[in-house]
């Protein structure tokens, strides 16, 4: 299935599953944009892979998600603005905070760090609020 189909079929579930998110949802809430920069130990191409590997069965596919990603640094991107001091990052975009905060907490969330957290060197998050469906 295509990215854009995948986004298509997500962003309808996540219309539907907005009251069940959160009763205080409004139509007009924004998403919430939750990006993670993992910064690894050991960073072999083999460890990069394997830590892509655990968001997709653990992050992957939690309720109120709109979209989400995994993937390794492009590494002939070298200008001095592309910030280099990451391995593997992690994009999530959720329906609202409510969304959000329930990942936080979900059983899969917490087996992914407990997993994977003894080869982080560091890890960085972003989030931030964006117009749902962008």
Known sequence: MSWWLR???L?????GS???VSDTASAG???LAHMVFFKLKDN??????????????????HEGTIYFSAGVRAEEFKRSVNDLEFDVALHV??????AHDKYQTHPRHLKFI??????WAGVRVFDSYVPAGK
């Open 7 to 9: 986004t298509v079929l």
């Open 11 to 15: 962003i309808g579930v996540c219309t």
């Open 18 to 20: 907005l009251l069940m």
């Open 29 to 31: 809430e924004k998403a």
């Open 44 to 61: 072999s191409d083999a460890a990069k892979q394997k830590l892509v590997a655990a968001c997709e069965k653990y992050l992957s596919d």
């Open 93 to 98: 975009v959720f329906c609202n905070k409510a």
């Open 114 to 119: 407990e997993e994977n957290k003894a080869n």
